[in-house]
């Protein structure tokens, strides 16, 4: 079974450039998490998707970033200018069932992001 | 508040033997779960265990065993016969389950260096 998958794995752009970072979750899982991690830290939650609604963005800075999942699937997280302090690690994440304690999220690689 | 603290940045151990990461979390929800992720160098979070609040066995998965102590809110991985492969970044986190909209939620610490040596 194929995990999620991210991509770029790597990026590394100029500030006031925009950026988008793509996810496929594992297949037939509902939930859908956008994190970012700062170095040195752990993971941030940015958004959360069920199915193709975003029940939880309340992190996510939505004067420069956005979100979408069209279809319930796949997930596209853009940053629209980019500044110094967005280099970090995106990391996207999926689960089966957003309402089931025990349900273990499934992390892709990652894209780590530079912003020079 | 933080909802989960990891106090130790760094910890080592000799291959083989066995190492204790500290845990303790901060919530007022009746109902929530703790999980423990290892974060190699790759990048990739990996699922360890999971402990909900109301299991009244510590969880254990092959050589990974969590030390889950309700009252002090501490859930302590427990690594035992350490191996090389082992070195990684590890990060406790917590759900909680009747919070509304945070529901699902997953609440990260700063994770711990661990590094073994031969």
């Known amino acids: 079974e194929a995990g999620v998958v991210q991509s770029p794995r790597y990026k590394i752009i100029e500030k006031k450039q925009p950026v988008a970072f793509w996810c496929n979750p594992i297949s037939g899982h509902n939930t859908l998490y956008w994190y970012r991690q700062n170095l040195g830290q752990g993971p941030e939650l940015l958004i959360r998707y069920e199915n193709e609604e975003a029940v939880d963005d309340s992190q996510l800075p939505k004067d420069r970033f956005s979100a979408e999942r069209l279809k319930g699937v796949d997930s596209t997280l853009k940053i629209q200018p980019a500044e110094l302090g967005d280099s970090a690690v995106y990391l996207c994440?999926?689960?089966?069932?957003?309402?089931?304690?025990?349900?273990?999220?499934?992390f892709g690689e990652g894209s780590r992001l530079t912003v020079l | 508040a933080q909802k989960i603290t990891q106090t130790q940045p760094g910890m080592f151990v000799q291959e083989k033997e066995a190492v204790t990461l500290d845990c303790t979390y901060d919530t007022s929800d009746p109902s929530y779960g703790l999980f423990w992720y290892k974060q190699p160098s790759s990048g990739e979070m990996i699922f360890l265990i999971y402990q909900g609040s109301y299991d009244q066995q510590n969880a254990t998965e092959g050589r990974y065993s969590l030390n889950f102590q309700k009252a002090r809110k501490s859930a302590n991985l427990v690594i035992s016969a350490s191996q090389l492969g082992d070195s990684a970044m590890y990060f406790c986190?917590?759900?909680?389950?009747?919070?509304?909209?945070?529901?699902?939620?997953?609440?990260f610490g700063r994770g711990t260096q661990l590094t073994v040596w031969p």
């Open positions: 986190a917590m759900r909680e389950s009747s919070r509304g909209s945070t529901l699902g939620r997953l609440y």
């Open positions: 994440a999926s689960s089966l069932v957003a309402g089931n304690p025990t349900g273990e999220l499934f």
